[in-house]
């Protein structure tokens, strides 16, 4: 029997230019973590979102950040934060947070959950994704048409709470509130290597791979190695 291929042409009929093959610096971060396996939960969740562009990329984000914001006590918090792996997140529908500023405590905000779940779909969807801690917040930079771009989903978050109960009232300046994805610079990428120098910033598969497994390690990770 003859093999047969799949078309390459599009719906116009123009035939789709293929994508060139990534260098092994990419195709690191398309690799499942353990907290990060592409099992059918997500391969269903990310169908939700067709195609590999930054029009996808927002519709994911987007949907994210409508996930309940559950809120937890201190004691809940060390049962549950950052014991989830990604499928569960994404079938919960929920991202843990504190309920307040509890002691000396800094407030868990739910960007840890954000960024694992983002990260898993981004690479079901073939695009190269990083999860990175920088202090005690986490985002997602990603890789997707030749250019590295960061996200940040409590951006919007932000934006939405200063639209919903005023600016003003919360002393939120909206011109100071960054974009939810942004172009990642040459002047970031210094800044991110000098932290990366002091033990400020660290990158990786998930929020496991760089240590970040219980309410204890909220502050503590490591450099995955290799």
Same mark, same amino acid.
């Given at each position: 029997m003859a093999r047969t291929h799949r078309s390459t042409k599009t719906r116009k009929g123009r035939r789709a230019r293929p994508r060139p093959a990534l260098p092994a610096r990419l195709r690191k971060f398309l690799k499942p973590g353990k907290q990060t396996a592409v099992t059918k939960t997500v391969r269903g969740y990310a169908r939700r979102f067709p195609g590999a562009s930054m029009e996808a990329v927002r519709a994911v984000l987007a949907d994210l950040v409508r996930f309940k914001r559950k809120k937890f006590d201190l004691q809940g918090l060390?049962?549950? +934060?950052?014991?989830?792996?990604? /499928?569960?997140?994404?079938?919960?529908?929920?991202?843990?947070?504190?309920?307040?500023?509890?002691?000396?405590?800094?407030?868990?905000?739910?960007?840890?959950? +954000?960024?694992? /779940?983002?990260?898993?779909?981004?690479?079901?969807?073939?695009?190269? =994704?990083?999860?990175?801690?920088?202090?005690?917040?986490?985002?997602?930079?990603?890789?997707?048409?030749?250019?590295?771009?960061?996200?940040?989903?409590?951006? !919007?978050?932000?934006?939405?709470?200063?639209?919903?109960?005023?600016?003003?009232?919360?002393?939120?300046?909206?011109?100071?509130?960054?974009?939810?994805?942004?172009?990642?610079?040459? =002047?970031?990428?210094? !800044?991110? !290597?000098?932290?990366?120098?002091?033990?400020?910033?660290a990158e990786g598969l998930d929020a496991w791979d760089i240590g970040i497994t219980s309410l204890s390690k909220f502050g503590k990770y490591n450099p995955p190695k290799g």
């Open positions: 060390s049962g549950i +934060y950052a014991k989830r792996n990604a /499928a569960t997140i994404i079938r919960d529908r929920f991202v843990v947070v504190s309920k307040s500023r509890q002691g000396n405590f800094t407030a868990v905000e739910g960007c840890v959950d +954000y960024n694992v /779940a983002l990260c898993v779909v981004l690479r079901a969807k073939k695009i190269p =994704a990083k999860f990175t801690r920088e202090g005690i917040h986490s985002t997602t930079l990603f890789f997707l048409d030749g250019k590295w771009f960061e996200a940040d989903p409590l951006t !919007e978050l932000t934006r939405r709470v200063a639209r919903s109960r005023g600016a003003a009232a919360l002393h939120i300046d909206p011109k100071k509130i960054p974009p939810l994805i942004t172009p990642v610079s040459e =002047a970031r990428f210094r !800044e991110i !290597e000098e932290k990366k120098q002091s033990d400020a910033f």
